[in-house]
């Protein structure tokens, strides 16, 4: 049983739309009936703008309306048809039509006088669109860097020379002579020069007195020394210059047996050997 008043209450609620759109009807037929007359007077073209309806008004009156759930189910159905009647007829497609015809040219007028008490935009906005003295300024920098840059490429074609490589047909190669500069040292290496090792004083030690050697001074011109054993002859000759201030012709040496080195300087014709013995001491 309950299941059975569930499907009634259900069914009642169906229905309850379909007498709303009845009720609709008959109001909406009536108001065609009563003004035949009125719309017969008016003027062809007002009769063609008021054929010309928009679709979404005709749909929005053929739209059937929403079911409407009710969450206490056993409320009665008789309810709902009341508050139905209750509500006012809607507006049909034909007045608002009326409304958007009358409505249209007002605003079209008030477009017209709107751009005639505007005024004419200034010039600023032109002399915004102007590039800057910066801008021009920088502009003028880049021509200058691209012509100098250009001249100096040309430049530098110009001057570009072709290196010849030498041909080489030995596997050896000897490495060219150059210059070398002297040592400039810029301070001494020793805190004091040293000496020379073979002075005068050394390289002639002392004179030969013996038979022989007097002989060979007056037959010869001669005189016998001995002298350094690391002394040559050249050595031997100077010494003689700087100590007796003689000019020798020759000198000839010979290392004696028990190691000392005896020198045979013979003289010049300028100089006599008996002279230059009396006055060292040797006679």
């Known amino acids: 049983e309950v299941f059975r008043l569930k499907r009634q209450t259900y069914l009642k609620v169906q229905m309850a739309p379909t007498k709303e759109k009845s009720a609709k009807k008959s109001t909406s037929d009536s ?3 009563q003004a035949p007359a009125e719309e017969s007077k008016k003027s062809a073209p007002d ?8 679709e979404k008004a ?3 009156n053929t739209e059937k309306p929403k079911i409407t759930t009710v969450e206490n189910p056993k409320k009665s159905a008789a309810e709902k048809p009341k508050k139905t009647t209750a ?5 049909s497609a034909v007045e608002k039509t009326k409304k958007s015809v009358v409505e249209k040219p007002k605003k079209s007028s008030e477009k017209a006088k709107k751009t005639a ?9 032109a002399k915004d669109k102007k590039p800057s003295k910066a801008i021009a300024v ?3 920098k880049k021509a200058e860097k691209i012509q100098k840059a250009k001249k100096a490429l040309s430049k530098v074609k110009k001057d570009v020379k072709v290196r010849k490589v030498k041909v080489r047909y030995s596997m050896t190669f000897r490495r060219p002579k150059t210059l070398r500069l002297k040592k400039q040292p810029l301070y001494p290496r020793k805190s004091t020069p040293t000496r020379p090792k073979l002075d005068k004083y050394r390289i002639i030690r002392f004179p030969v007195t013996s038979e022989a050697a007097i002989k060979k001074i007056e037959d010869n011109n001669t005189l016998v020394f001995i002298v350094d054993v690391l002394a040559n002859k050249r ?3 100077k010494a003689m210059k700087d100590m007796y201030e003689i000019q020798a012709l020759k000198v000839n040496t010979l290392i004696r047996p028990d190691g000392q080195k ?8 300028d100089y006599d050997a008996l002279e230059v013995a009396n006055r060292i001491g040797l006679i």
């Open 138 to 140: 920088s502009v003028t």
């Open 117 to 125: 008490t505007e005024k004419p935009k200034t010039p600023s906005a």
């Open 58 to 60: 005709k749909k929005s």
């Open 235 to 237: 050595m031997i000759k």
């Open 262 to 269: 005896k020198a045979f300087i013979r003289l010049t014709q």
């Open 47 to 54: 009769q063609a703008k008021k054929s010309a309806v928009p």
């Open 87 to 91: 509500e006012k007829p809607k507006k």
């Open 31 to 33: 108001k065609k009936k």
